[in-house]
């Protein structure tokens, strides 16, 4: 049982250039996230999808899109990617989804350390 | 919107002491808690969650937080830290009637041996 699972783990990339990052689930889960971890600012969220089909801004969007591609994938696609989108990466999921019950925790996956220079 | 404050950004302690760190949220409704561990290098790993019932709560390792709900507080603690808690720790919300959990910006604890 993987739980959730990143790639790349390590990226540079240089401005201007495009990326994906994948992220895929293998716990049955409704609900996925992406966040991003800077210094001193904690996890903010970027997108979220509460079910298969269905995908919502968070804190921090822009410059981002995400496809879920069925109930396992989430991807974060980068268009053109700016200095400012160094961090690291996380995918999450969990299990719960309004009208199926709330009291669920979220798992992380591993990360992705993007660079961009 | 919702928030999660965390008061303590670093805190050093030496091996034995005592610990504890504020986490505060603003919403008024039902929250599920939630305190979240990073190892360095590594992902978040859940310590210890409040849905409902008993406001304090036990986790992995030693540690329990309390829930109080007049405070809009759920401050994590450990009688007695180890080297091996040197982490960043993370409290978190999940509020009624949305899908997102909301994280506060993180308390870094070192532990001297």
């Known amino acids: 049982n993987a739980g959730v699972t990143q790639t790349p783990k390590f990226q540079v990339l240089k401005t201007g250039q495009s990326m994906t990052l994948q992220c895929a689930q293998d716990m049955n889960h409704n609900s996925m996230y992406w966040y991003r971890q800077d210094p001193g600012m904690g996890l903010r969220l970027i997108y979220y999808?509460?079910?298969?089909?269905?995908?919502d801004k968070g804190e921090v969007p822009n410059g981002y899109n995400v496809s879920r591609l069925n109930k396992r994938e989430f991807s974060l696609r980068l268009e053109s990617a700016a200095p400012s989108q160094t961090s690291v990466y996380f995918c999450?999921?969990?299990?719960?989804?309004?009208?199926?019950?709330?009291?669920?925790?979220?798992?992380f996956g591993q990360g992705t350390r993007l660079t961009v220079v | 919107a919702q928030s999660v404050s965390q008061h303590n950004h670093h805190v050093i302690l030496s091996e034995a002491a005592s610990l504890e760190l504020g986490c505060n949220y603003s919403y008024g409704g039902t929250v599920n808690l939630f305190w979240y561990v990073q190892y360095p290098g590594q992902h978040l790993q859940l310590l210890l969650k409040y849905f409902s019932g008993d406001p304090l709560v036990k986790g992995i390792k030693g540690f329990e937080a309390e829930f109080i709900k007049s405070k809009f507080s759920f401050n994590l603690r450990k009688p007695s830290v180890q080297w091996s808690d040197t982490a960043e720790y993370f409290c978190a919300v999940r509020t009624s009637g949305t899908y997102k959990y909301i994280f506060g910006t993180g308390t870094r604890l070192k532990v001297l041996a």
């Open positions: 999450a999921s969990s299990g719960g989804s309004l009208g199926r019950g709330m009291n669920t925790e979220a798992f």
């Open positions: 999808s509460a079910s298969e089909g269905t995908t």
